[in-house]
Nanobody, 123 residues
Framework: QVQLVESGGGLVQAGGSLRLSCAVSGRTFGTYAMAWFRQAPGKEREYVAAISWSGSSTDYGRSVLGRFTISRDNAKNTLYLQMNTLKPEDTAVYYC????????????????WGQGTQVTVSS
């Protein structure tokens, strides 16, 4: 069983930065493609970024491109999301997810999900 636990969320002013982490249990972390999604109140879950199992390939949603960076440390079984130049519209619950398939923006490809961490950006 794979378990994902996010941390690092909080309240930050617009223009600030946060770094989210996702700790993944299990010895097969290095075989999973990983991604971050987010969900704001009343909205559908939105793709943020994805990374290949090796970390050599990444992809970003248009709304975060150039501001967010996804990375992973397979030795530590941890996924990261560095968020810079935060905007009030980035306010959401952020979820990490794992897939056994190739990394993709498709929400339905991810079989394992964390419980989420709240990020609130004040104006």
């Amino acid at each position: 069983q794979v378990q994902l636990v996010e941390s690092g969320g909080g309240l930050v002013q617009a223009g600030g930065s946060l770094r989210l982490s996702c700790a993944v249990s299990g010895r097969t972390f290095g075989t999973y493609a990983m991604a971050w999604f987010r969900q704001a109140p009343g909205k559908e879950r939105e793709y943020v970024a994805a990374i290949s199992w090796s970390g050599s390939s990444t992809d970003y949603g248009r709304s975060v491109l150039g501001r967010f960076t996804i990375s992973r440390d397979n030795a530590k079984n941890t996924l990261y999301l560095q968020m810079n130049t935060l905007k009030p519209e980035d306010t959401a619950v952020y979820y990490c997810a794992a897939a056994t398939s190739r990394y993709t923006p498709s929400l339905s490809s991810y079989a394992y999900w964390g419980q989420g961490t709240q990020v609130t950006v004040s104006s």
